[in-house]
């Protein structure tokens, strides 16, 4: 065999084992950072998932909070409110039959 021929063969041959060999450290590469991917896509949905929950449960706390009943707890418990008396209610806007008509004006 000629010896150019033979160091274009081994030059060829290194060639292609290095590419090979970078091939195959690329390909781990990018399937560590996959799988990294994946456990960190896990995480989130998993953080989703207890968030919508913390939701969910913060919604029906809003609403219980909004009942009349609950309302009427916290105002007669923490603020010590009562009920008006009828000597307490005034009337606005109410317009009553006894009231004098002002002079000069159309009933």
């Known amino acids: ?8 063969f081994v030059a060829t041959w290194t060639l292609a084992v290095v590419a090979a060999v970078s091939a195959f450290v690329l390909h781990l ?17 998993s953080e989703q998932a207890r968030l919508r929950e ?3 449960v913060l919604e029906l706390e809003s609403a219980s909070y909004k009942t009349p009943e609950r309302v009427e707890i916290v105002a007669r ?3 010590g409110m009562e009920p008006a008396g009828p000597d307490r209610i005034i ?4 317009r009553t039959e006894t009231a004098p ?3 000069g004006s159309d009933p």
């Open 1 to 8: 065999m000629d010896p150019r021929r033979a160091r274009l």
């Open 29 to 45: 590469a990018l399937r560590g950072k996959t799988v990294a991917l994946g456990y960190e896509l896990g995480k989130a949905r």
């Open 54 to 56: 913390v939701k969910r």
């Open 77 to 79: 418990s923490l603020l």
């Open 91 to 94: 009337v606005i806007g109410a």
């Open 101 to 103: 008509a002002v002079a």
